[in-house]
Structure formats: structure tokens, C-alpha cells
């Protein structure tokens, strides 16, 4: 009956420090995730004049923690011919690939955001900027 008393109360202890612990990194994640939602919210665009671009492919990143870009664009004859996907991470939330082909088909960073994924969508368009801004 001791030995099971004892038994009983590690089992508690282990269960108590298994709880604790899940609480603790789900609260550091919790506030992690907050942060890169009020980074990429706060991203700001820049209007590029594809006429100020010359032709050439150009390499582009943005990096907001869980969400991250880094795209190849090409200019030819001051006109994005096309932007390919090198790296992208968007966390836990939708891809957002297909805007890359909106901003081709508009030539221009300022398109609508992908339904569902508008982190993505926005850490894209910033690498797409990034690129056409040096």
C-alpha cells in the first residue's frame, strides 16, 4: 500500500511537470506567433516604377519569424516576365504562391492578398519589392 501511495504521487509529480512544461512553450509560442502577426501587419509597401528597373534577374527575401520569402524576379524591357519561388516558409498558416502570379499578370507588387493566406501574401509581395528595389 506504501510503495502504491508513492507509485501514485510520482505519477502526480510527473504529470503536474508535464502540464507546467506544456503551458510554459505553449504560452512562448502563443507569444511568438502574436509577434509575427503584429510584424507582418505592420509591413509597409513601396510602389516600385518597373520604368527605373533595368532588365535582369533579381534576388529578393523577407523574413518575419514563422513567415519567410525569398523570390528571383525577372525584368525584361521594364516588365516583371517572372517571378519564381526560391524558399518560402509560411508556418501554420495557407501558401500564397499563386500571387506571385497576380503580380506578374498586374505588374506590380499591389495585388489583393490570397484568401486565407494573408501573412504569406504579404511576406511575398515584400520579397517581390525587396528584389525590384535595388
Known sequence: MIEENRAVKIAMIVLLVIVVSTAFIGGRYMKSVSQNKKEISAISFTEIDLADVPDGVYQGEYDAGQVSAKVQVMVKEHAIEEIDLLKHRNGKGQSAEKILDKMVEKQ???????????????????AVENALAR
Open 108 to 126: 506590380s507588387v499591389d495585388v489583393d492578398a490570397v484568401s486565407g493566406a494573408t501573412c504569406s501574401s504579404k511576406v511575398l509581395r515584400k
